[in-house]
């Protein structure tokens, strides 16, 4: 009886990315999705959203939220064509744009942690506060970056593996490390559960809220960085929706919302499911439309999966409990 | 008096679990019968089998000497079977008149529709009020706005409301004050009077040889025995409930005490705290008596660091010392263990390991970096040395016994090394074997030259172990006491 499959979250996301590979590669004509440049290439797409979901799955884990993700990328990534369009330096703009992510993070962060608002209402009102400065500095002008950016944004290494996948791989393997390796991981996890014992066991929760925060707003600096390296420009649209897209990858990635149970590594293969999904379905020239409904789909079959897990979960460590008590 | 209420040969099993093996109780006509047992000795398990919350495997249930089955609990509220919750079911934003009633409100049909009947309910819980001599309540308050006693009372109404001959209370002053406790007891002892059969479930010795006619105790499953109040002893029934002698109840080891290790002078904290002024001594058990919010709790809080803005002189370990934060403590090793367990203890969805090593995580990794070998050889030693029960140390803590979950607890502060440990009513909602397990452990730690500090409102407990007693009241101390003075009468006169 002991010998039960282990079923994880991360198994179930994993057999929905195998499933969609085949079904794009067997629907759309001559074998073009398993071309390796073609497969390899999905995720680069939405590399930039990959990359906001890592800091933002570290916030949910924590209970908390951040809806202010969108219009802080477009904000630092306003920041950045401001400064470059005026000094011509590169090294400058991006030391600017990652600085003015991490004040705007710092901002959430400090909220969050010194008043006792929850973290879904402070950063509703940042939003509209980070909207409004990238219109500050842009108005209604659109910038354009650099070729330096831009050559770098869409370039490849060996001529296969897009700059914008290994940006996003080296940050996965960092938030990987420390969501399973690092004490604030462990923290985080805790903190989600329960903050009031995390607190009673000498741990500063409000400083490592805080210090998630100014995360978020340094990868959104960076994924403002690389939406301009392929998208040419930003303007103070740019970020609109982009909070849902982000939140639906850490959600499909298994995270729950009610805090403490979640995995950098479920969001990732999210995020790979859904640059399969988005690059499959408009490779079979399907509208935008189609793909919201799919991805409805998808998402609502993995939260029933996952619902469904934990109940077994649930059911299997009660039983084990009753046994350890009655031994 | 005649058997009103009779089950045997009951067996009811969980996927892997035996939770009741051929049990049986009678309960007799106006009687008030106590049924004790371990956490986990199947009590629970027993009563929502009589209330029809769990269908037994196998086994008969005689009401007045007919054989009846319950399937549901609304088939119990049919024949006079009512439950009184440990914690209460009442709905918080509703009144007391609409929760006695729920579910089945009196109804009366105007124009072929049918409506409440508030005349018809009005009517119902004048007579139950009457009954229980209830004044203080009224029927408009929202549930939200009543103490707990007062909650305890609606429900025991409720229950009534359908029309109950037997009622089932569950652990129903584990949340009460010594107060509430009393009136309490003076209602349970009206519905005795009026013929009304109980069966009464606690933890409390005292309680069960206070109120009880008779006793069943209950072990893994099993019937142990039935015996009327008056034939049994204290140690006989906390025999038979864990199965073998108990031994002495409080081991307290006579230590040979070493210099202060902490001296608090003119502790204040306005409006919670003044001029408390005291010292602990190497390998003592400095006991904290006083009632509940009397400051005690506040007082540990201070010391540690988690309650800030107040004044005080403190000498720890021969130097001046003043947290900044409860991580400040830590690191000179004071450590302080919540009466919360489930609150401020221990992140319950999380393993044992997890647990254990959350206070001193800083100490056992290597920059952000946590060293798992090093975690796992503090937690095993820790494990073994209090004999945490449990399949590993991944364990879920939410799925350890009361027990289990405060050794956990003791041993996430030992892990700290601490010099001086308080602890905040370590054995609440702990059962006896366990209990006598803690104290076991507690008495050691001193012996080997710990300091400790234990806050307890179990007064056996605190006079059985501490070598010293000082009395909180209203944030001000009223008396301290040496262990050849003690005596209950002379705690109480102080903390009352």
Known sequence: ?327 | MSTILKLEHIYKSFPGVKALDDMQIELEQGEMHAVCGENGAGKSTLMKVITGVYKADNGNMYLNGEKITVKEPNDAYGKGIAIIFQETSLFKDLTVLENMFMGHEPVKSICGIKNLDYAAMYKKADEIFEFLGITDISYDEKIDNLGVAAKQMVEIAKALTYDANILIFDEPTAALTNKEVRSLFETIARLKKQGISMLYISHRMEEIFEIADRVTVIRDGSYVRTANIGEVTEQQLIAWMVGREMGDLYPKVEVELGEPVLKVKNLNKPGLLEDISFEVRKGEILGFAGLAGAGRTEIAECLCGLMKHYSADIEFMGKSFKAKSYRDAIKEGLIYVSEDRKKYGLVVPMSIKENMTMSILYRISKGSFIDFAEEDKTVEKYMKDLGVKAPDKDFVVDNLSGGNQQKVLVAKALCANPSLLILDEPTRGVDVGAKAEIHRIVSNLAKEGLSIIMISSDMPELLGMSDRVVVIKNGKKTGELERKDFSQEQVLEMAL
């Open chain 1, 1 to 327: 009886m002991k010998k039960k499959l282990h079923i994880s979250n991360n198994m179930i996301l994993f057999v929905i990315l195998i499933l969609l590979i085949i079904l794009f590669g067997v629907l759309i004509p001559d074998g073009i999705f398993f071309n390796p440049s073609v497969l390899i290439g999905t995720t680069s797409d939405i590399a930039y959203l990959g990359i906001m979901a890592l800091p933002m799955t570290f916030i949910i884990l924590t209970a908390g939220i951040d809806l202010s993700v969108g219009f802080l990328m477009t904000a630092s990534a306003m920041v950045f064509s401001k400064v470059f369009t005026m000094t011509e330096s590169l090294t400058v703009g991006i030391i600017a744009a990652l600085a003015a992510g991490m004040l705007f993070g710092f901002l959430n962060g400090i909220l969050v942690a010194k008043t006792k608002i929850h973290s879904w209402l402070v950063s509703l009102g940042t939003m509209y506060i980070f909207q409004s400065v990238t219109w500050f500095i842009g108005g209604s002008h659109s910038y354009a970056p650099g070729n330096a950016l831009i050559d770098f944004g869409t370039g490849k290494i060996a001529g296969i593996i897009p700059n914008q996948l290994i940006i996003l791989l080296i940050c996965f393997l960092i938030f990987e490390l420390l969501d399973t390796k690092s004490t604030l991981g462990r923290y985080l996890h805790a903190i989600g559960h329960n903050e009031s014992a995390v607190i009673y066991s000498g741990v500063n929760a409000k400083m490592i809220q805080c210090l998630i925060f100014v995360m978020m707003g340094v990868m959104c600096a960076l994924a403002g960085l690389m939406f301009l390296g392929k998208s040419w420009e930003v303007n103070q649209t740019t970020g609109l929706n982009m909070n849902i897209e982000v939140i639906t990858l850490v959600v499909l990635g298994g995270t729950s919302v009610a805090g403490g149970v979640g995995s950098v590594r479920g969001t990732f293969i999210a995020t790979l499911i859904i640059g399969v999904l988005k690059k499959g379905l408009a490779l079979m020239g399907m509208s935008g439309d189609v793909y919201n409904f799919i991805l409805g789909a998808v998402l609502i079959v993995a939260l029933i999966a996952f619902a469904y897990l934990e109940v077994r979960k649930r059911l299997a460590s009660r039983e084990m409990a009753v046994k350890n008590m009655n031994e």
